[in-house]
Structure formats: C-alpha cells, structure tokens
C-alpha cells in the first residue's frame, strides 16, 4: 500500500518528541540510605562470602585430617597477639576521625587519621615481619596444607589491610591538601566502614588460625 | 547521622571491652588447651562477642536502618549453606587421610612429618586423633 508523503503530519514536538525513558518522580526513588553507604555494604557482603570461602576450605582441610599441629608450636602467637592489639586499636582511632569529620574538624580527621594510616602499616609490617621469619625457617606455602591454609587465609587478609592503608592514605592527603568539609564526611565513612570490616575478620582469623 | 558519643556510647569504652576479650581470649588460647571443646568454645564466644561490638558499634549498625541490615542478613545463611554443603567431606567422611606433613617428597609421600620422634626443626607437634597402626603424618 502506497502513502502519500501529504498524508503524513507534520513533526509536532508537543507530540512526537521522544519520552523520557523513565518516569520522573517527585521524590528520589533510590534506596532510603547514602548510597555510597549503600553500596560499600553490598561489597562487604559479598567479601563475607569470600572470607567464609577460605574458612570454609580451612574447616572441610583440617576436620578430614588425621592429625593437625598444634598452631602454637608453629606459629608466633605472641607477636600476632600484639599485631591484633594494633588493629583493634587503629580501628578505634578510625572512629574517632569519622567522628571528628562528622563535626568538620578537619585538623582532629587528620590527626586520627593519620594515627590509623600509621598503626595499620605497622601491622602489615608486623604481618611481612612474620612472613620473612617463617619463609627462612623453610615454611612455604607448599611445605604441608597446614602452611598453603595459613599463607591464603592470613595473605588474603593482608591485602585488604594494605587496601586499607592505602585508601586511608589518600584520604589523608586530600584532608590535608584539600580539607574535608562536614557534609562530605561519608568519604571518610565508607573507608572506616570498610576498614573495621577488615578488622572484624581478623579478629575472627587470629581466633581459628593461631589459637584454635 | 548520629554517631559515637552522639549516640551515647563510648568509643573508649568499646575499645577497653575489646582489649580485655583480646587478653582473655590469648591467655585461654595459651594455657587452656585441653580439653578441646573447653578450649573451641570459649575462644569462639570471645572471637563472636568481640565481632559484635566491631560490628555494632565500631560499624554502627545497631543505629542503621533496615534497608542496610537487609544487605547483611542474607550472609550468615549463605554462610551455614557452605558449611552444611562441606558436611560430607568433614563429619560424614570416614575416609579422611589428607596428608599433613613437614615435607612432601617427589612422590607425593610424606616424610618427616608429624612424628613426633622427629619433629622438623622442633616443630609439628601431633595431637587429636590418629589412626591405630599408622604413623601421624605417615
């Protein structure tokens, strides 16, 4: 069937003009929480799952072993002790910097922040330290399953701490060169959030690797 | 968002209750090690009380709404879904043989291992079950 072009109607924008591809609200339709808040949490979930992964793998290895060493004769509780002293404690000098930009303090953020940045590089250090130790005395990660559950649970960790440091580092330097203003504290929020997080596991960690 | 003293707690306070549960937790790891079930389960309420306070409190979440505990909640039961799964390899499996040893020679044997006439380097020490007839770690 043939049309005639005159039997087409002209463009009328009031008409034809393309519709928004999604409704407009009068109200903001995205979840009821800072979704930088939001989202940290959903990645926190998501690492849980990763962590429970190598416990999982730890608990399935070490309950259908024979035999299993006892942590203590392998490993240098004492000193993990005291690491794990320092991560508590550097968890709480991170709640006192979102606190401290919460209120727009921004020399009390540096301060405590830069205490936090400080603390968590001497775990990782004390972590490394460690390592050194245990690789000269012959232990590698492929010596016995022992060693290969040990170096992934506790090195997994270890990397989220330097993430940690790193990304307390940056926000160091920008509270430093640039100021936090109070209504930009969530910066500070979601790396303290994500910091405690890697607490928390630790926490759990030095429990079922070195004293269980 | 209320926060920290705001809120009415104290961050020193939570601090203070970690470090004790860190002490209690080390010197029960240390000098308690029979039995084993005394040993387990204190340590385990210690590591599940100190998460806690992490989370509730260094983490705020008991002051969150429901929309963020809905991100955490589904987890724990993922969790149990992945220990319950790993069942049959632990608790059902009267074949559990996996070889824990010092060294491991080119054949795949373990040598010098848990026996603990000849602990490698003074270390290794076996405990927990071993089966009858068989050396730890042969």
């Known amino acids: 069937m043939n049309i005639s072009p005159a039997a087409i109607p002209a463009y009328d924008p009031k008409v034809d003009a393309p519709k928004p591809h999604h409704p407009i609200y009068d109200y903001d339709s995205g979840p009821p929480v800072n979704r930088g808040k939001f989202a940290i949490w959903l990645f926190l979930a998501t690492e849980i799952m990763f962590f429970t992964g190598l416990i999982g793998t730890y608990i399935v290895l070490r309950m259908g072993a024979a035999t299993w060493p006892d942590p203590a004769d392998r490993l240098a509780v004492d000193i993990t002790a005291l690491n794990t002293f320092f991560l508590i404690v550097s968890s709480a000098t991170m709640v006192k910097g979102v606190e401290r930009a919460m209120v727009g303090d921004n020399g009390g953020l540096i301060k405590w922040l830069a205490l936090t940045v400080l603390i968590g590089s001497i775990f990782v250090g004390i972590q490394a330290y460690e390592y050194a130790v245990l690789i000269k005395d012959g232990n590698l990660p492929n010596v016995d399953i022992f060693w290969s559950t040990f170096y992934a649970m506790t090195g997994f960790h270890g990397i989220h701490v330097a993430v940690g440091v790193i990304w307390n580092l940056c926000i160091l330097i920008a509270a430093i060169f640039r100021k936090i203003p109070q209504e930009k504290y969530m910066k500070v929020e979601l790396a303290g959030l994500y910091w405690h997080f890697v607490d928390l596991v630790w926490v759990l960690l030095f429990t079922i690797v070195y004293l269980m | ?138």
């Open chain 2, 1 to 138: 968002m209320a926060h920290g003293k705001d809120l009415g707690y104290s961050i020193f306070r939570i601090f203070v209750i970690l470090f004790i549960l860190t002490a209690v937790e080390v010197a029960w790891g240390m000098f308690l090690r029979e039995p084993r079930w005394l040993l387990w389960s204190g340590l385990l309420v210690c590591a599940v009380w100190k998460g806690l306070l992490i989370l509730m409190y260094f983490m705020h979440m008991r002051f969150e709404k429901m929309i963020v505990w809905s991100l955490i909640l589904p987890t724990p039961l993922l969790v149990a879904v992945v220990l319950f799964a790993n069942m049959p390899d632990t608790v059902f499996n009267e074949k559990r043989d996996y070889k824990i040893g010092y060294l491991i020679d080119q054949t795949g044997e373990v040598v010098n291992g848990l026996d603990p006439e000849h602990p490698a380097k003074g270390r290794g020490k076996p405990h927990g079950h071993q089966p009858e007839g068989e050396a730890a770690g042969h």
